[in-house]
């Protein structure tokens, strides 16, 4: 079973930059999709950001334009720049990965993604 580790967490000010990192144990190169999610205590986890096997990227309205996401075959390694970074945005962060193939398009729901890192936590203050 891959294992995904998060990083890159932290504490800044309104319009701050973060880059998370999301470390796996196995090749991701073959994966059809990698996402990042994000959860506030009492509410649902919502995607972010997802990236697929054709490098396709997807955003969420509410960071579109404020956010990237990439990754690294080589190193097994997924990314996501968060930049303007506002209140509303404070979560934990939580990669995830789809290891059981073709789910359509668009692949963004918590439910079809079944290996989830430990998460990190991030946090904007004005």
């Known amino acids: 079973q891959m294992q995904l580790v998060e990083s890159g967490g932290g504490s800044v000010q309104v319009g701050g930059t973060l880059r998370l990192s999301c470390g796996a144990s196995?090749?991701?190169?073959?994966?059809?999709?990698m996402g990042w999610f994000r959860q506030v205590p009492g509410k649902e986890r919502d995607w972010v950001a997802i990236i697929y096997q054709d490098n396709l990227t997807e955003y969420a309205g509410s960071v579109e334009g404020r956010v990237t996401i990439s990754r690294d075959i080589v190193r097994n390694m997924m990314y996501l720049q968060l930049t303007n970074l506002k209140p509303e945005d404070t979560a934990t962060y939580y990669c995830?990965?789809?290891?059981?193939?073709?789910?359509?398009?668009?692949?963004?729901?918590?439910?079809?993604?079944?290996?989830w890192g430990q998460g990190t936590q991030v946090t904007v203050s004005s």
């Open positions: 196995e090749n991701i190169h073959t994966l059809y999709s």
């Open positions: 995830a990965a789809r290891t059981r193939g073709y789910c359509g398009y668009p692949c963004h729901r918590p439910s079809e993604y079944n290996v």
